[in-house]
């Protein structure tokens, strides 16, 4: 079993952009993503154009002013192997010491390449019956 170092997070943010608007098109026009200091970040030569274009009244736009939306996301929990490794649990993990976990950390048996065999047993079948006994007696 993997050790859990962090849980599953909720994170909630904000994210800043900088809206300009065509005046005879509404929701047509330009947006800007804006860093921490409320500055453009541009990811290309072509964004800085039209920022400049927009801001300097080349381009005949309305300026919308700083927008803010709020954000939100799931982190996923970190976990760590039996050697030290630390993984984010989002999916199957491989670690490079060969064992596997799934993603909720629980060790898979069979450490060999699945691609390679076609009788693999990962362990799973036996614990999802055990699973499966223990919800059913619950019912009762
Ligand atoms: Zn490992």
């Not at 500055?39 to 400049?52: H, M, Q, V, Y």
């Not at 950390?105 to 990962?122: A, K, M, T």
Request: charged share 30%; with cysteine.
């Amino acid at each position: 079993m993997m050790k859990l170092l962090t849980d599953r997070t909720w994170i909630e943010s904000s994210e800043f952009t900088r809206e300009f608007e065509y005046p005879t098109e509404a929701g047509s026009g330009y947006c800007f993503d804006l860093g921490s200091d409320k500055l453009p970040i541009f990811n290309s030569e072509a964004g800085k154009a039209n920022w400049f274009g927009c801001i300097s009244g080349e381009f005949n736009v309305v300026d919308l002013g700083v927008v803010e939306r709020d954000t939100s996301h799931w982190q996923s929990a970190i976990g760590k192997c039996e050697c030290g490794e630390q993984h984010s649990m989002d999916g199957d993990i491989h670690c490079k010491c060969g064992r596997r976990y799934n993603w909720c950390g629980q060790e898979l048996w069979q450490y060999d390449d699945p691609c390679l065999h076609d009788d693999v047993d990962w362990g799973m079948e036996e614990e999802a019956m055990e699973l499966d006994a223990i919800e059913q007696n619950a019912q009762y």
